[in-house]
């Protein structure tokens, strides 16, 4: 039940409920089952690195044009790098792609890098999608929709899920939104 509640709560974006539940639940002097135990400390753990201020898991993929990608290269070469979870058939992520597009387009030399990781499973069509949403920016896919490693890592349940990563590689932003980096941005005084 803790694990189901720091799950729920992780992804209905009550993250001081998780935190609590942490500190005073899962860090501290226990009895019961030690496989449950270790469970919840696994759920737990990777529930704070993807919190604010945390470094998340690294990202390293071959990339859509053959390259090699890793996220944490990207961060430190770059004042913010926004990691973007999507597909080719999610219909939010399809909205969301001329602004994502604009956003890069009007920021990426100002030092702002995007990563987008599909969970698409069909290699033609998250391909294709790239090319159609005009997506220039860095492109990795784990090929398993949302049982891929890199997925599971985020904790990604739907798209687009959106990460703001700094150049220390911490998470600055969690947005539900690319107008919430835009912003983030204007309020760090981008234009």
């Known amino acids: 039940v803790l694990n189901q509640m720091l799950t729920g709560f992780y992804e209905s974006n009550m993250e001081t409920i998780c935190a609590f539940i942490i500190d005073n639940y899962v860090h501290g002097d226990s009895c019961g089952d030690a496989d449950l135990s270790n469970v919840i400390k696994s759920t737990?753990?990777?529930?704070?690195?993807?919190?604010?201020?945390?470094?998340?898991?690294?990202?390293?993929l071959t990339g859509n044009s053959g390259q090699a990608v890793d996220l944490y290269a990207l961060a430190a070469a770059n004042k913010y790098t926004l990691v973007m979870f999507w597909s080719s058939f999610c219909e939010h992520c399809k909205g969301e792609a001329?602004?994502?597009?604009?956003?890069?387009?009007?920021?990426?030399?100002?030092?702002?890098?995007?990563?987008?990781?599909?969970?698409?499973?069909?290699?033609?069509?998250?391909?294709?999608?790239?090319?159609?949403?005009?997506?220039?920016?860095?492109?990795?896919?784990?090929?398993?929709e949302y049982q891929s490693p890199v997925a599971k890592d985020y904790?990604?349940?739907r798209t687009p899920t959106f990460f703001l990563l700094d150049a220390n590689k911490k998470i600055v932003l969690k947005p539900k939104g690319i107008r919430e980096v835009q912003a983030f941005l204007k309020q760090k005084g981008w234009k």
């Open 44 to 60: 737990a753990e990777s529930i704070q690195r993807l919190s604010l201020g945390n470094t998340p898991p690294n990202i390293q």
């Open 98 to 144: 001329p602004e994502v597009k604009a956003c890069y387009d009007q920021w990426h030399s100002k030092g702002l890098e995007i990563l987008g990781v599909s969970i698409d499973r069909n290699q033609t069509a998250w391909e294709t999608a790239i090319q159609e949403r005009g997506f220039t920016f860095p492109n990795v896919c784990g090929m398993k």
């Open 155 to 157: 904790r990604i349940s």
